[in-house]
């Protein structure tokens, strides 16, 4: 079974810039999630989509969005890109089911954005 | 805000030796999963032990939980060079139920010298 894929892995953008980042689940899985890792807040939760649906969101600006497709592949976008936004990138896909337990998450190797 | 701390922040062992991380939660939770992460790359799950289990086995590594105490522990046995890595623990917080939010703590550095 081919894991969670994330492209690109490495990605220089310019201040100002947008940039969309995907993600291709397990096969099965519909629940997919972001988060934002840096050396100095760790790992943040940015949002989570089951069935092309936003289900829960972190404390992040409007600037960072994203989208589920119905195949379950996911996309984040951030606008307007900062100094700070530069960060690794992950992705996590469970089998988390409407109203069922939450299952073991597994990430994607993550996409490594520079902003200079 | 973060909810996992992990202690120790890093840890150096000789290869063969045990290796403990604890981490502390500030929630009620469902489950507490595991992650290892090499050199800044993906999150690896290792085990997921459930708000109702006290212990859980997984090859060479041994996780227990303790509600009461809001905290849980990780250890490896005999370890090797290969177990070299940042270790993470993850919540999900009660309430936030199958809505995929995992919260990380800040992770245990862990190196094992040959």
């Known amino acids: 079974k081919a894991g969670v894929t994330q492209t690109p892995r490495y990605l220089i953008k310019t201040r100002g810039q947008q940039v969309t980042l995907s993600c291709s689940p397990i096969s099965g899985h519909r629940s997919v999630s972001w988060y934002q890792q840096t050396p100095g807040q760790g790992l943040q939760f940015l949002f989570e989509y089951f069935s092309e649906t936003q289900r829960n969101k972190g404390n992040f600006p409007g600037r960072f969005s994203g989208r589920q497709f119905s195949n379950s592949r996911s996309e984040m976008n951030v606008s307007t890109l900062e100094l700070g936004d530069s960060a690794l990138y992950l992705c996590?896909?469970?089998?988390?089911?409407?109203?069922?337990?939450?299952?073991?998450?597994?990430f994607g190797q993550g996409t490594r954005l520079t902003v200079v | 805000s973060q909810q996992g701390e992990e202690d120790p922040q890093a840890l150096s062992i000789q290869e063969g030796e045990n290796a403990t991380m604890n981490c502390s939660y500030k929630t009620s939770i469902n489950n507490l999963q595991w992650y290892r992460q090499n050199s800044g790359r993906g999150l690896v799950h290792l085990i997921l032990?459930?708000?109702?289990?006290r212990e859980k086995h997984s090859g060479r590594l041994r996780v227990t939980l303790d509600t009461s105490k809001k905290s849980s522990s990780l250890l490896i046995t005999a370890s090797r060079a290969a177990d070299t890595a940042s270790y993470f623990c993850a919540t999900d917080a009660k309430g936030s139920s199958n809505t995929g939010k995992l919260i990380f703590g800040q992770g245990t550095t862990l190196q094992v010298k040959p």
């Open positions: 032990i459930r708000s109702n289990e």
């Open positions: 996590a896909s469970s089998r988390n089911r409407q109203g069922g337990r939450n299952t073991e998450a597994f």
